[in-house]
């Protein structure tokens, strides 16, 4: 259990710095509202911790062996993060009408897959498992890895939805809206290009 508090402390600092998703999450709460990203977070934070689960045994580790992989990879995930952006960046501010139509924002399909495509999380999960996984009882220490990391992403994922939600009560004019939107859509944006960029 020595390796758990590390651990712990890797996966805060993993799930709570900026980063594309946390970007997605703060956009979707901001036009959406929190209960509406909820299930966005949990699909995120799911399909991280299964990532790590499947590196643990084995999987992963062999998929990243091949460059063309992770260039593949790559791309979609460049790709895919600069469509929601364009999205996020076109996208009407929110109305607080009781019958305005309403769009429904990322889907949680979507927002696994774009998990599933990301290599900065798969390299994340390749980490986890070769500084924390061990050699003793390696597939028990895999599995409480990947819970360990849900259970502590979740929480930081939330605060990102919190942050969003609280972003779009201070904006209460459509002009600012619609500049929060574009702000946090260019954030997206570098933030999928620039990796490719350094």
Do not use: Y
């Not at 909820?38 to 991280?48: D, E, R, S, V, Y």
């Not at 063309?68 to 895919?80: D, K, N, P, S, Y």
């Amino acid at each position: 259990m020595e390796f758990l508090l590390p651990f712990l402390l890797f996966a805060f600092v993993a799930s709570v710095t900026p980063g594309p998703t946390n970007i997605l999450v703060l956009s979707h709460s901001s036009r959406f509202g929190l209960g509406a990203t909820l299930p966005i977070i949990l699909g995120a934070c799911m399909t991280a911790a299964l990532i790590v689960l499947v590196v643990g045994l084995g999987v992963g580790e062999t998929l990243l062996r091949f460059a063309r992989v992770q260039q593949v990879m790559t791309w979609c995930a460049v790709l895919w993060l600069s469509w929601l952006a364009w999205q996020i960046f076109n996208s009407p501010p929110a109305s607080f009408e009781v019958n305005a139509p309403r769009s429904k924002g990322v889907s949680v399909l979507s927002i696994a897959a774009l998990q599933v495509v990301n290599p900065k999380v798969w390299m994340m999960a390749v980490a986890v498992v070769s500084v924390f996984a061990g050699n003793d009882d390696r597939s028990v220490r895999v599995l409480l890895l990947a819970l360990s990391f849900l259970l502590v992403s979740l929480p930081c994922m939330t605060l990102w939805a919190v942050l969003g939600l609280g972003s779009a009560q201070l904006l209460s004019s459509p002009q600012a809206q619609k500049r929060m939107n574009q702000v946090l859509a260019l954030l997206l944006f570098m933030s999928a290009w620039l990796p490719l960029l350094i």
